[in-house]
T-cell receptor, first 114, second 112 residues
Framework: DAGVIQSPRHEVTEMGQEVTLRCKPI?????LFWYRQTMMRGLELLIY????????DSGMPEDRFSAKMPNASFSTLKIQPSEPRDSAVYFC????????????FGQGTRLTVV | QQQVKQSPQSLIVQKGGISIINCAYE??????FPWYQQFPGKGPALLIA?????SEKKEGRFTISFNKSAKQFSLHIMDSQPGDSATYFC???????????FGTGTRLKVLA
């Protein structure tokens, strides 16, 4: 298996633009997580899906952020409009189950908003 | 509120030495304590994990020591190698939930 696949690996965009990050989880995994990593705040859980359904989005910073999982093999995280403070590395992770099973992380998308 | 405190922030160790990273937590409800390893440009990967029913778990050169009464746990890397140079994160969670709280990370550099 290729593991969790994220695209793009790097994204540079101007403030105010829409940004879409993509994730393909490991086949057969039914839980998907979006994390954000920054120097100041470390690794933060943004949203968690189970069987394609958003279960907990309490970590989503604000309404500018949205996430979807239209099917078991694809998820997106969208920021509209983007701001410089959104600059971070965004990770997608998937696991067989939600509860204390190993989460496999993708390589991340480094987002820079200028 | 910082529910898990990790130290040190950075660590430099000679090849063959022992690397020790510590984490302390507040909530006694936490009952699963994993350590993640992250190489530059990569996502974190599970390294080793422990539950509070044991005080120590060893996998190869990596050992977790757990002190339930002190609410502390630590990662020991024996015979540290340059290939161990990475950022290490501790995490805490409660069984039956999916929410992991991560420490702030320790950047380890092992000198050849």
């Amino acid at each position: 298996d290729a593991g969790v696949i994220q695209s793009p690996r790097h994204e540079v965009t101007e403030m105010g633009q829409e940004v879409t990050l993509r994730c393909k989880p490991i086949s057969g995994h039914n839980s998907l997580f979006w994390y954000r990593q920054t120097m100041m705040r470390g690794l933060e859980l943004l949203i968690y899906f189970n069987n394609n359904v958003p279960i907990d989005d309490s970590g989503m910073p604000e309404d500018r952020f949205s996430a979807k999982m239209p099917n078991a093999s694809f998820s997106t995280l969208k920021i509209q409009p983007s701001e410089p403070r959104d600059s971070a590395v965004y990770f997608c992770a998937s696991s067989l189950g939600a509860q204390n099973t190993e989460a496999f992380f993708g390589q991340g998308t480094r987002l820079t908003v200028v | 509120q910082q529910q898990v405190k990790q130290s040190p922030q950075s660590l430099i160790v000679q090849k063959g030495g022992i690397s020790i990273i510590n984490c302390a937590y507040e909530n006694t409800a936490f009952d699963y304590f994993p350590w993640y390893q992250q190489f530059p440009g990569k996502g974190p990967a599970l390294l080793i994990a422990i539950r509070p029913d044991v005080s120590e778990k060893k996998e190869g050169r990596f050992t977790i020591s757990f002190n339930k009464s002190a609410k502390q746990f630590s990662l020991h890397i024996m015979d540290s190698q340059p290939g161990d140079s990475a950022t290490y994160f501790c995490a805490v969670t409660t069984s039956g939930t999916y929410k992991y709280i991560f420490g702030t990370g320790t950047r380890l550099k092992v000198l050849a």
